[in-house]
């Protein structure tokens, strides 16, 4: 069978791309939208898109295609693409993604009568749920705390912009303060996904400048993760471990030996 050699990318201009549609074998769709410079989960709710994944999507579609050659007229299940594992759509244009290529271990991939060999990483790149694709930050974009509420203890800022926390700890310098608030500013999910209603074990609410009501997270109880819940909306965020502590504990600034 003649191939053709190729060094264009999947998809020339991917800035041009306005809407994206991904349908995963077994799943219900996901369907993102560009709107202005940021992108937003349209499905399976409507919430501001990572934009990091996104962006590692696009990069993909953008890399140059090794070879590919026309679909055979006899059909196309020699190459998985009779059930494709995923697909997904850009703009109404359809990509079918199916069998690895044994020994290049490329994804074979279906789109307008074409059969192109694409990096096996487009597929890992696609291969999330609607909650998947959500922004993983906690807190929306220029967001400014002005209160904390913690299991154990609750934080405020003064007007001199000091932090205050109660019941008070002489160990805790403002230092160390804004070093742990700090860290609730910046906090980052390693994953989005459904609300699972396990056993809430806490909450967390933060208070932001300029929103009447705070935001409300349920602490869920789980040997994995450090879960911060919003059955409001009905997703979890799901954090490293290892920030149970970091997040739910403020602790003196570590003492520095000269």
Do not use: C
């Not at 487009?122 to 220029?142: Q, S, T």
């Not at 609750?154 to 303060?177: E, F, H, M, V, Y």
Request: glycine share 10%.
């Amino acid at each position: 069978m003649h191939r053709e050699t190729l060094g264009a990318p999947l998809v020339a201009d991917t800035d041009k791309i306005q809407h994206v549609r991904i349908a995963l074998t077994g799943g219900p769709e996901t369907e993102l939208q560009r709107e202005g410079g940021n992108w937003t989960v349209r499905s399976p709710l409507r919430w501001p898109a990572d934009a990091a994944l996104m962006q590692d999507f696009l990069d993909g579609l953008g890399l140059p295609v090794s070879n590919s050659f026309p679909a055979p007229i006899g059909g196309v299940s020699a190459y998985g693409l009779d059930k494709p594992l995923a697909r997904f759509w850009l703009d109404g244009t359809e990509y079918d993604l199916g069998a690895l290529q044994p020994i290049s271990k490329q994804r074979y991939l279906l789109s307008g009568g074409r059969i192109y060999m694409v990096d096996n990483y487009l597929f890992y790149r696609i291969a999330h749920d609607g909650y998947g694709w959500m922004d993983h930050h906690l807190l929306p974009e220029g967001a400014h705390i002005t209160a904390l509420q913690l299991p154990n203890a609750t934080l405020t800022q003064d007007a001199k912009g000091d932090w205050q926390i109660a019941p008070s700890d002489k160990r805790l310098t403002q230092a160390a303060l804004r070093k742990f608030m700090a860290g609730w500013q910046g906090a980052t999910a390693r994953n989005v996904a459904a609300f699972t209603k396990a056993k809430p074990a806490g909450e967390v609410a933060i208070a932001l400048a300029g929103m009447q009501e705070p935001l409300r997270f349920q602490i869920l109880e789980d040997a994995d993760f450090l879960v911060l819940a919003r059955p409001d909306l009905g997703f979890e965020y799901q954090l490293d471990i290892g920030l149970t502590d970091t997040l739910l504990t403020p602790a003196p600034a570590a003492a520095t030996n000269h």
